[in-house]
């Protein structure tokens, strides 16, 4: 697909920082575009829909899959979660640069799709310290941070696919670092 913006996907596993990385990033940088995802699951009681994700019906979502007006998606539990696609490309259209926070199965999808995205994978400085991390939310029992574990060490593998893998040690360091990568592509 042929536009005058960029898509930015941008993945990297649970507690790695990539919330805390794209708020200092749009601080930075108030010309990025924060895509927003669709989902199923109930609002929770913070957010704010079409800020945090857009709360659709189960219904509504399977009919976007079906019209193509879904990128990717993927199910946890009994939700259903996914890229709408009418943004993105009314975006890219528009020039603008888009940053996709999304997983590694999904951006594999968009990649497919969007040929010239740039993707970014944020690696934490140590498995450890990813672990403290995790560990230090609080969110998690024992079993469920393991689970978490594993999935990360899955994510981990995949960042070879990556175009760009930024360690997030210092987040004015990452941060910079990501401007840089957007600065020449």
């Given at each position: 697909?042929?536009?005058?913006?960029r898509?930015i996907?941008?993945s990297?596993?649970s507690?790695?920082?990539?919330?805390t990385l794209?708020e200092l990033?749009?601080k930075?940088?108030?010309?990025?575009?924060?895509s927003?995802?669709a989902?199923?699951?109930?609002r929770?009681e913070?957010?704010i829909?079409?800020k945090d994700?857009?709360?659709i019906?189960?219904e509504?979502?399977e009919?976007?899959i079906?019209?193509?007006n879904i990128?990717?998606?993927t199910q946890?539990?009994?939700n259903?979660?996914g890229?709408?696609?009418?943004?993105i490309d009314?975006?890219?259209?528009?020039?603008?640069?888009i940053?996709?926070?999304i997983?590694?199965?999904?951006a594999?999808?968009?990649?497919k799709?969007?040929?010239?995205?740039v993707?970014i994978?944020?690696?934490?400085?140590s498995?450890?310290v990813l672990?403290?991390r995790l560990?230090?939310?609080?969110?998690?029992?024992?079993?469920?941070l393991?689970k978490?574990m594993?999935i990360?060490?899955?994510?981990i593998e995949?960042?070879?696919d990556?175009?760009?893998v930024i360690y997030?040690?210092?987040?004015?360091t990452?941060?910079?670092?990501?401007?840089g990568?957007?600065?020449?592509n």
């Amino acid at each position: 697909m042929n536009s005058k913006g960029r898509l930015i996907l941008f993945s990297g596993p649970s507690g790695v920082g990539k919330d805390t990385l794209l708020e200092l990033l749009y601080k930075k940088r108030p010309d990025l575009v924060h895509s927003v995802s669709a989902t199923t699951r109930n609002r929770r009681e913070n957010e704010i829909h079409g800020k945090d994700y857009y709360f659709i019906s189960k219904e509504d979502f399977e009919l976007m899959i079906q019209s193509g007006n879904i990128l990717e998606y993927t199910q946890y539990g009994v939700n259903l979660y996914g890229t709408p696609k009418r943004p993105i490309d009314d975006w890219l259209a528009e020039g603008k640069t888009i940053i996709l926070k999304i997983e590694v199965h999904g951006a594999k999808q968009i990649k497919k799709l969007y040929k010239n995205a740039v993707s970014i994978f944020i690696l934490p400085p140590s498995i450890e310290v990813l672990e403290q991390r995790l560990r230090k939310r609080g969110t998690e029992n024992e079993a469920d941070l393991k689970k978490r574990m594993e999935i990360a060490l899955s994510e981990i593998e995949k960042s070879k696919d990556y175009d760009y893998v930024i360690y997030n040690d210092n987040l004015e360091t990452a941060v910079d670092e990501i401007i840089g990568i957007l600065n020449k592509n």
